[in-house]
């Protein structure tokens, strides 16, 4: 399995709380990226970097921010969550932009 | 829009059985690739397939591509029990720098 860790796992927490949720990968790879899924439905790219002080919204629009000041590490914020935002987000990594993707298990997010 | 449309969006065999899974997509591509989501966990890729292929194999996967149709097929031989899955087709559109994924097909085996 590939290096790339997610957490929390699980998180349930109040509508307004600012939530940072972590992502972590050893690989040493420049591109990373965040996507949201409901279950049972398709991925959507939230937000990826290309490297370090490189940030780029995607597909999707989203409340959420995300920071890459060092290569391993890409963490993704909502100032204050809402029931809207309750879903499951995935990180992923690549050495290339078209290259295979590593994901971390994800972070499922309740927000009450 | 969408990239990667997936067909069936589910599909319920008998452990055994071949599973074939198509994928379609509307733009030139430099590659596209499968993986695998098991309930509950981030996806695990599979297969890559370039643009300049047309048939790849891997243990009991085999994928095919079909440019001129922009659809992709694939197939796992002698299903088993832990096959149980959904399995996502992933295409990266030419100058792009990130994949998009379709929408899935939710793979059951039964034993």
């Known amino acids: 399995e590939a290096d790339i860790y997610q957490t929390p796992r699980y998180l349930v927490i109040g509508t307004g709380k600012k939530i940072t949720l972590e992502c972590s990968q050893t690989m040493g790879h420049d591109k990373m990226y965040w996507y949201q899924q409901d279950p049972g439905m398709e991925l959507h790219l939230i937000h990826y970097s290309y490297g370090v002080n490189s940030t780029e919204k995607g597909d999707l629009s989203s409340e959420s921010t995300v920071s890459r000041i060092r290569t391993e590490h890409f963490p993704l914020t909502l100032e204050s969550a809402r029931p809207s935002h309750t879903s499951q987000y995935l990180c992923?990594?690549?050495?290339?932009?078209?290259?295979?993707?590593?994901f971390g298990d994800g972070t499922r997010l309740s927000i009450l | 829009s969408q990239q990667g449309e997936e067909d069936p969006q589910a599909l319920s065999i008998q452990e055994g059985e071949n599973a074939t899974m198509n994928c379609s997509y509307k733009t030139s591509i430099n590659n596209l690739q499968w993986y695998r989501q098991n309930s509950g966990r981030g996806l695990v890729h599979l297969i890559l397939i370039r643009s300049n292929e047309r048939e790849k194999h891997s243990g009991r996967l085999r994928v095919t591509l079909d440019t001129s149709k922009k659809s992709s097929s694939l197939l796992i031989t002698a299903s088993r029990a832990a096959d149980t899955a959904s399995y996502f087709c992933?295409?990266?559109?030419?100058?792009?720098?990130?994949?998009?994924f379709g929408q899935g097909t939710r793979l059951t085996i039964n034993p």
């Open positions: 992933a295409t990266d559109a030419r100058r792009a720098q990130k994949l998009v």
């Open positions: 992923a990594s690549s050495a290339n932009g078209n290259q295979p993707q590593h």
